[in-house]
């Protein structure tokens, strides 16, 4: 007697629902690499104590750095296992963090002469690994935020990128590679394998044709985003503001580091910056408080511009004072601490109106109604013209899906 079989031949049972249920790109899946991740920054955290560049890796923004990258990550993994963009952030963390593990272990065999530890010449085909990892970035830029390019040609772009990528990551494998394979391993200071002729490998017109077209690529990921914000609206236009804003904080934070590289705090606003760009990536795919972006970028700009009418004022009143009126420093200093502290306010709120009108115009319309609903309310007399005015102005303001009001009169 024949026996019923499932559609595809799949076998009942406990076997059966497990291999059903198990999917590589699954909540599951993104919780291994999250606490995968999480190990191998230990890792990495550990050899590079033991191999005397703890201020590398265990600096101070890195850590958060790299828990904001990696929780990013598995979150979108977790919420939406087919959006491949969660994904990339967690590959891209986990892999760059293999590649400094790795340089840290074989600078402890190679220069400093542990050579009891197993398998260094693995680590040395390791190091290079960040290059395929920076590499993966920018395909996040492109399949924001729903993780699909829709578009034949773009198909084509990704196939030479691909390609280049290809090229780029065979010349960055190759010195190790070698080193590997004739036995003469030898890195410089910071990690790097050195080639045979004891520099790194250059690759001369090949390696600028292949870093342009690369770049090229990175700035048409750029512009496609650009486009499709000009074009899109409503929610889709709320998620490509956070990519913009979170990638503008990126650039703006990494230009103001390298320009104040020499000071102490510059390792903390380079954090801050690395840090802006996944989170915004995530808002926006994930739409979590989507529509506040506008809010965030008029704050944004607006204590932008009172710090620097403030620094401007500061500096100018204590020059005016010490140089101009041959006053004290202690007292220049104090007078125009003062006033600085004295215009923050108003300066504050008279920039803000002038942002919102420009970049929040739903606020500022919103308080613009408001006002004007105060100022009518002094002279008006009438119960009935009140509510009716009051209804209007909620309405027009809040758009509210339904709206009521309970009058409570004497006796």
Known sequence: MGTLQPAGG???????????????????????????????????????????QLSVLGSGPIIPVVVIYAGVGVIVARRQPRNPIGWILIIFILVFLLSAAAGYYAVLYYRLGHHSLPLAWVAVLLLPLWAPAILLFPLVILLFPDGRVTARRWRWVLVAYALLCAVACAATFFPAITAVASHDVRLDASGDVISKGGSQSGGGLGAVVVLVGIAVIWLSFVGHQV?????????????????????????????????????????????????????????????????????IISRTLAYAIVTGLLIGVYAGLVLLATEVLGLHSTVA?????????????????????????????????????????????KDAVELDSVRDDLTGVVQQALEPAHLSVWISRGG
């Open 227 to 295: 486009l499709s914000w000009r074009r899109a609206e409503g929610e889709r236009r709320q998620q490509l503001k956070w990519l913009a804003t979170g990638a503008a904080v990126t650039l703006v934070v990494l230009a103001v580091s390298f320009a104040i590289s020499s000071t102490s705090v510059a390792g903390e606003v380079l954090g801050l910056g690395l840090a802006a760009l996944p989170v915004g990536i995530g808002v926006g795919i994930l739409k979590y408080r989507l529509y506040e972006i506008d809010r």
């Open 10 to 52: 799949q076998e009942p049972g406990p076997a059966g629902a497990a291999a059903r249920g198990f999917r590589l790109a699954s909540p599951g899946t993104a919780t291994v690499l999250g606490v995968l991740t999480l190990i191998m920054m230990a890792a990495a955290l550990l050899l590079s104590g033991l191999a005397r």
């Open 333 to 377: 200093v104090a007078a125009a601490t003062l006033a600085a502290a004295a215009l923050f306010s108003p300066l504050r709120r008279r920039v803000q109106h002038v942002v919102d009108r420009r970049f929040n115009r739903a606020r500022y319309d919103a308080d613009q109604m408001v006002s004007e609903f105060a100022a009518r309310l």
